[in-house]
């Protein structure tokens, strides 16, 4: 089954502990629009050996069933490249790794998964960069250049840690727009958000993170549980409104070229290009 490579694309990505298979065995039912097999965090460092066949089998079972699928490998090279041994990575859309804070990082990994995926006669996965740390934003422009990146994710749990302070707006907006700004600079998706991942019994609150989120730039977020999933989605898609106000935008700039003009009002508003390319991208997104 062919790959999803258009990462632009996923708005909600659920986590599953490659552990876990009660969670695996539903896991395509969750509507999320990528699944995550995940081997740092949620995996416990004695049980890494045993998860990481756990996670092959998890990654061929999820694709066979149609699902877009993404492996996060520990940030330890030693550890990665035990993560990568046996994976079928012809079946992932991309290899996240945690706590980015240098090139060199993505440069070891790219190289792994380059002579991996020829090995196996299949292009290599892209990398999405998980910057997690005051040192991986200050170096986000370096970073976000690197030609192996697909996607850059942006840690709010582990940046708030890092400070010291509760995964607040108030101490996270500056550092997630950093990273929104080297996302978009290079044309990258960034999931992320500008607040806590954590909220699982707190839906509402977790729906304004995601409002704000959406409203600073980031495309698509991570999610811990199930029940986070049907929120972001929502968030991070055009509203009824909003696709109605696009319809009549491009509507309304169609005209306009019709009849020689570059520029358009449209309820008391100049509709220029801009404009009408952000009405574009929210006809053109996934409901």
């Known amino acids: 089954m062919p790959v999803n490579t258009d990462l632009r694309s996923l708005r909600s990505l659920l986590f599953l502990p490659a552990t876990s298979a009660h969670l695996l065995a539903r896991a395509t039912e969750r509507g999320a629009d990528a699944l995550v097999v995940d081997l740092e965090d949620s995996i416990p460092p004695e049980r890494k050996a045993e998860a990481r066949p756990m996670a092959a089998a998890a990654v061929q079972a999820l694709a066979a069933r149609g699902a877009t699928v993404v492996l996060r490998v520990n940030g330890d090279p030693a550890l990665w490249r035990q993560d990568l041994a046996g994976l079928p990575l012809e079946h992932v859309c991309a290899v996240m790794l945690p706590k980015v804070e240098r090139t060199e990082q993505i440069d070891a990994l790219a190289a792994a998964l380059a002579a991996l995926a020829s090995a196996a006669g299949h292009p290599p996965p892209p990398i999405a960069a998980l910057v997690e740390t005051p040192r991986g934003v200050l170096a986000i422009e370096r970073i976000a250049s690197h030609p192996a990146l697909g996607a850059l994710g942006f840690g709010s749990e582990d940046y708030a840690g890092a400070l010291g302070v509760p995964p607040e707006p108030a101490a996270l907006m500056g550092p997630a727009q950093t990273v929104l700004t080297g996302a978009h600079a290079f044309g990258l998706p960034c999931w992320g958000l500008p607040g806590s991942i954590a909220l699982v019994d707190d839906l509402e609150g977790l729906e304004r993170i995601v409002r704000i989120g959406r409203a600073i730039g980031f495309t698509g977020s991570v999610c811990i549980h199930p029940r986070q999933v049907p929120v972001v989605n929502r968030g991070f898609s055009p ?28 309820d008391g508003r100049m509709i220029d290009r801009p404009i009408v390319e952000r009405a574009r991208r929210w006809l053109g997104t996934a409901g």
């Open 239 to 266: 509203s009824d409104e909003e696709r109605a106000w696009a319809a009549r935008v491009v509507a309304a700039d169609a005209a306009a070229r019709a009849g020689g003009l570059g520029a358009v009002l449209l």
